[in-house]
């Protein structure tokens, strides 16, 4: 309950967006096909309607069925969160280790800025399109804007962003039409009925998700629904409950390694946890989904966890820029310059990933050619990672090429990791700021674990 109302109250991805692909007509609202909406996950959390006080930190109205049916952080729907399961095992793992061992204590005066790492992206070609049909549209308010500039003064800021939607959503409803100054109408709802049905029927991404492709490539967060539909039927198998299972003692290392660097900070008077995080969930993440052992916690200075960090400011600058978001112009730019080097980087550490697996998976072979280990089919299938199901996957006939591989191995770097570790850090700073839950929570730990030094079980 802990870990899902930080999520609720610092919703990790605040948004999503589709563009609606055909007319949706529900309880007299229409949304004519060819629009795109921004589904404000954060909006929904933090509505009175469905969470009376939202800004109470109060992690015992998920006990209320009514509450948790609300919740929304990993979406719903057909492309909900792949790894849903995997990452609400690894929080509450890392987060009973960590509360087994230190007592986690505010930084008096201490606020952490919040800035977005998700956003839509708007396209000449489908704003025309928009245009046109926005005469159709039934059941949006559209509030007062600024003469030239619309409603674009709300997105001026990346850290006042989700602040100035909150108050629009409250002031207006949760049904807005908004146009940036260039005359473009986009879609804002924080109606959880029109975000579930939109997520249940509508697959299609918008064209948002484009900028992240030069990145992530067209893995299964930013492809498009054929492709996904056949792309997430083959890695379903990654996730089964019995493999997840087997993933416990990889959850072990990596926490123990974590307990182990967090016991410098010991005494100071503040730290910033997330790059403590961000180093222990990549080190899961190779070590389970992938695979293969990095030991990252032991460099402080991992390059990989620095560029994934600068290029979620370098998209959402651009996103903000009607300059850099023209492509030719956008190569003039010294983030155009930054964004290739980073993704060469990024990239190249993937690559890195792959060609290790392969080695691994090509000495097992051999071993087992020449009788060295059990070759029981078994055992061995509930061995396989995902990156092992995606080297031995044939999609339409064939295998994946490389860039396939690093596209999906890639979105599952990066969204297995950094997600993780900004929402776990988020929930540490929530229990350090209300210490009655937090000592709520270290005496349900201690009813479980006693004096008892075993690791945790699922």
Same mark, same amino acid.
């Given at each position: ?16 967006? @589709?563009l ?5 007509? +529900?309880? !007299?609202?229409?949304? %004519?096909? $060819? #629009?795109? *909406? ?14 009376p ?46 509360l ?28 025309? @399109? ?6 159709? +549209?039934? !059941?949006?308010?559209? %509030?007062? $804007? #600024?003469? *030239?500039?619309k ?36 879609l ?15 697959l ?11 990145w992530?490539g ?9 492709k ?19 993933? +416990? ?9 974590? *307990? ?10 503040g ?7 961000n ?20 460099n ?18 651009r ?36 060609d ?5 998976k ?15 089919t ?5 061995r ?11 999609i ?5 090429t ?5 596209d ?11 997600t ?16 009655y839950?937090?000592?709520n ?12 030094a ?5």
């Open positions: 309950m802990v870990i899902k109302e930080s999520m609720r109250y610092y919703t990790p991805v605040p948004f999503i967006s @589709r609606v692909d055909k007319d949706v007509n +529900l309880d !007299g609202i229409f949304i %004519p096909k $060819g #629009l795109s *909406i921004i589904l404000f996950l954060y909006g929904i959390h933090m509505n009175p309607k469905y969470y006080n939202p800004e109470k930190f109060d992690p015992s109205r998920f006990e209320r069925d009514a509450e948790s049916h609300h919740f929304l952080a990993f979406g719903t729907g057909p492309r909900q969160c792949i790894g849903q399961r995997f990452a609400m095992w690894e929080m509450k793992y890392l987060l009973c280790q960590i087994r061992k230190f007592n986690i204590l505010e930084v008096p005066g201490h606020v952490p800025k919040l800035s977005l790492c998700v956003l839509l992206k708007f396209q000449n070609d489908v704003m025309i @399109r928009q245009y046109g049909l926005n005469k159709k +549209l039934i !059941g949006f308010v559209s %509030p007062p $804007g #600024l003469p *030239i500039l409603h674009f003064w709300l997105f001026a800021s990346e850290f006042a962003i989700l602040q100035n939607l909150i108050n629009l959503s409250r002031k207006y409803g949760e049904r807005i039409k908004l146009e940036l100054f260039y005359g473009v109408p986009i804002l709802t924080s109606d959880k009925d029109i975000a579930s049905h939109i997520l249940n029927t509508v299609l991404k918008d064209a948002f998700y484009e900028l992240a492709e030069t992530v067209q893995g299964l967060i930013t492809c498009k629904p054929d996904w539909k056949k792309s997430r039927k083959m890695l379903n198998p990654a996730f089964n409950i019995q493999i997840l299972e087997g993933y +416990l003692k990889s959850f072990e290392n990596s926490s123990n390694a974590l *307990i182990k660097r967090l016991k410098v900070e010991v005494g100071n008077d730290f910033d946890v997330l790059p403590y995080m180093l222990c969930t990549l080190d899961i993440i190779c070590e389970t989904i992938m695979g293969i052992k990095l030991n990252v916690q032991g402080k200075n991992m390059q990989y966890t620095t560029d994934i960090h600068e290029m979620s400011a370098i998209v959402i600058r996103l903000f820029s009607p300059f850099k978001r023209h492509p030719w112009l956008y190569r003039l730019t010294k983030d155009y310059k930054s964004e290739t080097k980073i993704i060469g980087r990024i990239r190249g550490l993937t690559q890195r990933v792959i290790d697996r392969k080695r691994i090509a000495n097992m072979e051999i071993n087992n050619t020449n009788g060295e280990l059990a070759n029981n078994i055992e061995k299938s509930k396989k990672s995902l990156l092992d199901i995606l080297l031995e996957a044939e339409d006939g064939r295998p994946l490389n860039t396939e591989l690093i999906e191995t890639q979105s599952f770097l990066f969204a297995g990791h950094d993780s570790a900004m929402c776990i850090s988020l929930c540490l700073y929530c229990l350090s700021k209300h210490q839950v937090q000592a929570v270290v005496k349900e730990l201690e009813l479980i674990f006693d004096e008892d075993r690791s945790p079980t699922i």
